[in-house]
């Protein structure tokens, strides 16, 4: 893969130079984690249904999500239920719950079917000394004891010492090495409960944690507080973390979380990494879960958003009329088909040009002189000022029979 794949992306010819890329350790494979059920649920305002749970599910499998974190099965008997009913069924993904580092919530994950568990804890001294108000002591021995028995259980545990980035690094490392010594890890998470990891900061937390624990798998859970968390999980991938914790559109606690589609249609264009996962599935992925939320998308929001593929002023409209049949990519950093969006569209408004024009004509078979093209244009610039707005076909071919009049 390059910086140009003829179709599919053209991005700049600089995020594959050799010696931007030199530094990079990105694993043999990368794997998502998608949270949108647990974490996602968590943006204020969210609350899914049973169905809509096992739905989504189903699509994040059909996807190629390699795992699906399902829910926090303590929150209601509703939430075990759901998350039980897609462990039972039977999806390519892994299925895991969210857990408190105790016991009772290890065996309630086991009778969900679940084959593993985010287990959680307070990863930094001032969150749990003044938010938690437990002792480092009282931590560990609470995660020795519920990380064995979820072993005896048969679980996989990936540890998750919450806000973890603002830790001090011996603190969490001291913290980690006792519930590997005493308790049982599969693997780690790094988790930026705040968002807060610069791009370069978590690459360099990601080295440190890898140098001290070497083989233990290690897994990203990045928020977007200051709208890092895709530079920052994709940062942290290519320092070498293994799975990357996403949610679809990126909902989340407060600003969100890394969302899944920007993480890997970034990855693929732009560092030629490919994650397995189908990305032609993102539009209607996304739509799909926003419904469920009840949560509008951005229109212009990068991936998923309705109106990233259309334009309405006059000179990038010309633009591409004349290489929309020959070479779209001149026009655009990706094809809409590699995200499942639909063909792009230009639109009309106080922007517009006479492409705009020409193309509505077309597209609505209509026809006028050659030489009232200009005031044509002239009437749909008023008419979008006056209006405040992008015109509809109604209003254009009421503009198109007044120049008859």
């Known amino acids: 893969m390059g910086f140009h794949e003829k179709g599919q992306w053209w991005v700049s010819p600089s995020n594959?130079?050799?010696?931007?890329?030199?530094?990079?350790?990105?694993?043999?494979?990368?794997?998502?984690?998608?949270?949108?059920?647990?974490?996602?649920?968590?943006?204020?305002?969210?609350?899914?249904?049973?169905?809509?749970?096992?739905?989504?599910?189903?699509?994040l499998s059909q996807a190629g999500v390699q795992r699906i974190e399902a829910g926090t099965p303590a929150v209601l008997k509703e939430d075990a239920e759901a998350i039980r009913e897609i462990?039972?069924?039977?999806?390519?993904?892994?299925?895991?719950?969210?857990?408190?580092?105790?016991?009772?919530?290890?065996?309630?994950?086991?009778?969900?079917?679940?084959?593993?568990?985010?287990?959680?804890?307070?990863?930094?001294?001032?969150?749990?000394?003044?938010?938690?108000?437990?002792?480092?002591?009282?931590?560990?021995?609470?995660?020795?004891?519920?990380?064995?028995?979820?072993?005896?259980?048969g679980l996989k545990v990936s540890f998750f010492p919450a806000d973890s980035s603002r830790a001090d690094m011996n603190f969490l490392m001291d913290t980690v090495q006792a519930v590997v010594e005493g308790g049982h890890i599969d693997s780690l998470v790094l988790v930026d409960t705040f968002g807060v990891l610069s791009p370069e900061g978590a690459a360099h937390r990601v080295r440190q944690l890898k140098k001290r624990f070497p083989h233990i798998p290690l897994e990203i859970h990045f928020h977007d507080d200051f709208g890092m968390g895709i530079s920052s999980t994709i940062a942290g991938l290519a320092?070498?973390?293994?799975?990357?914790?996403?949610?679809?559109?990126?909902?989340?606690?407060?600003?969100?979380?890394?969302q899944l589609e920007g993480v890997a249609l970034a990855l693929k264009t732009m560092y030629g990494v490919d994650t397995g996962v189908d990305m032609t599935q993102f539009k209607s992925l996304s739509e799909f879960v926003a419904q469920c939320a009840r949560m509008p998308v951005s229109a212009t929001k990068?991936?998923?958003?309705?109106?990233?593929?259309?334009?309405?002023?006059?000179?990038?409209?010309?633009?591409?009329?004349?290489?929309?049949d020959t070479d779209p990519l001149v026009m655009l950093p990706y094809s809409w088909e590699m995200t499942g969006h639909k063909v792009p569209q230009l639109l009309l408004s106080k922007k517009s040009g006479k492409d705009n024009i020409k193309t509505w004509l077309e597209k609505c078979n209509l026809s006028v002189p050659e030489d009232m093209l200009g005031e044509l244009l002239n009437r749909v610039k008023y008419k979008s000022f006056e209006e405040h707005r992008t015109l509809h076909e109604a209003d254009f071919r009421a503009i198109v029979a007044s120049l008859s009049k």
Not at 18 to 35: A, M, R, W, Y
């Open 239 to 258: 320092a070498g973390a293994e799975v990357a914790h996403v949610t679809v559109n990126g909902i989340g606690e407060r600003a969100g979380g890394a």
């Open 87 to 153: 462990s039972d069924l039977g999806l390519n993904s892994q299925i895991y719950a969210f857990v408190r580092n105790m016991v009772k919530d290890m065996e309630l994950a086991k009778s969900c079917g679940v084959q593993g568990v985010i287990a959680e804890i307070i990863g930094s001294e001032h969150l749990l000394k003044y938010g938690k108000k437990w002792t480092i002591d009282r931590a560990i021995s609470a995660c020795i004891e519920a990380t064995t028995a979820a072993k005896e259980l």
């Open 16 to 59: 594959y130079d050799p010696e931007v890329v030199s530094g990079f350790n990105f694993p043999k494979k990368i794997e998502f984690l998608d949270t949108t059920l647990r974490d996602g649920e968590q943006q204020p305002g969210i609350i899914f249904t049973k169905e809509e749970k096992v739905a989504i599910a189903k699509k």
């Open 302 to 324: 990068p991936i998923v958003g309705d109106d990233i593929f259309l334009w309405e002023t006059g000179l990038p409209s010309s633009l591409w009329v004349n290489v929309k």
